[in-house]
C-alpha cells in the first residue's frame, strides 16, 4: 500500500485559529475557511489566543481587533515580541488609517474591516500563507514542531529527540495528521478520512496498526508521544497530560 502512495500526495491542511469573541463571526469563518480544506480552532479572547499559540502550532491567526480583555494589536506585539512568526490577518471594525498602521506595525501580516467578504478573507489568507513560507533568501522554513518532534513539510523528514526517523509515506500523512491537531482527540473514522481518503473501504483496524509502527519507531526516542484515549480515538500530547 505504501509504494503506491506519493509523497507528493501528502495532504496538508493549514491549521487557522480564528480570534473573536463574536460567535457568530468565529462560526462564519470558520465554516467558510473549512470549506476550504483549513482545519479551524477558535478562541473567544486575548489571552485565550495567547494560550492556544503557545500549546499548539498554527500556520495563521485571525484576530479581531477588539477583545474583550486584551486588544488584538496587544496580542500580536506580545506574540512577536515571543518570537512567534505566525501570519497574523487582523479583523475589525476600525477602519482608519492609523489603526492599520499600528496593527501592522504591531507585527500583523494583512488587515481586513468588517464588514468584510469571505472570499476576500480567503484570498488574503493564502496570500498570506504563500508569502510565509519562504524566508528572505527563498530558503522553505514549513515545520510542524511539538516538544521534542520536528517534522518538515518540505523534505518530509521527522525528527525525535534530534534522532533522524524513517517513515514510510502513509505513517507520515498519519503523524502530520496528528501533529496538525495537537492535544486533540481524534475518532478512527476522522484519521481514516484525513489520511486514507474518504473511499476507504478496507478495515478500520488499519488505523490501530499504523499507530503501532508510528510507536515503535519515535518510542525509542524520548518520551511517547502518540496516546490513546480508551473509547475515542488518539491523540498526540505528553502522557497524563
Given at each position: ?6 509523497l ?38 486575548g489571552?485565550?489566543?495567547v ?12 484576530l ?25 490577518i ?35 489568507a ?27 513539510l ?13 517513515l514510510?509515506p ?8 496528528l ?17 486514507w481518503?474518504?473511499d ?17 519507531k ?24
Open positions: 500500500m505504501d509504494d503506491q502512495i506519493g507528493k500526495q501528502v495532504p496538508i491542511a493549514p491549521h487557522v485559529l480564528i480570534v473573536d469573541d463574536e460567535e457568530s463571526i468565529t462560526e462564519l469563518v470558520s465554516t467558510a475557511f473549512e470549506l476550504e480544506g483549513f482545519i479551524t480552532d477558535s478562541a473567544t479572547s489571552r485565550k489566543a494560550d492556544k499559540v503557545s500549546r499548539g502550532h498554527y500556520d495563521l491567526l485571525i479581531d481587533v477588539m477583545l474583550p480583555d486584551l486588544w488584538g494589536v496587544d496580542v500580536c506585539r506580545h506574540l512577536r515580541e515571543g518570537g512567534v512568526k505566525t501570519p497574523i487582523f479583523l475589525t471594525a476600525k477602519d482608519a488609517t492609523e489603526d492599520k498602521v499600528e496593527g501592522l506595525s504591531a507585527g500583523g501580516d494583512d488587515y481586513i474591516t468588517k464588514p468584510f467578504s469571505l472570499e476576500e478573507l480567503i484570498a488574503r493564502y496570500a498570506v500563507l504563500r508569502r510565509s513560507t519562504s524566508d528572505n533568501n527563498g530558503v522553505s522554513s514549513n515545520k510542524i514542531i511539538f516538544e521534542d518532534l520536528v517534522l518538515s518540505d523534505t518530509y523528514e521527522v525528527w525525535k529527540a534530534g534522532h533522524l526517523v524513517t514510510t502513509t505513517e507520515f500523512k498519519l503523524l502530520t495528521y501533529a496538525i491537531n495537537p492535544r486533540r482527540v481524534l475518532t478512527r473514522a476522522q484519521i481514516i478520512e484525513n489520511v481518503g474518504i476507504f473501504q478496507g478495515d478500520y483496524s488499519i488505523v490501530e496498526t499504523y499507530i503501532s509502527y508510528l510507536r515503535k519515535l518510542d525509542v526516542s524520548g518520551a511517547s508521544l502518540i496516546q490513546t484515549i480508551r473509547g475515542i480515538g488518539y491523540s498526540l500530547r505528553l502522557p497524563n497530560s
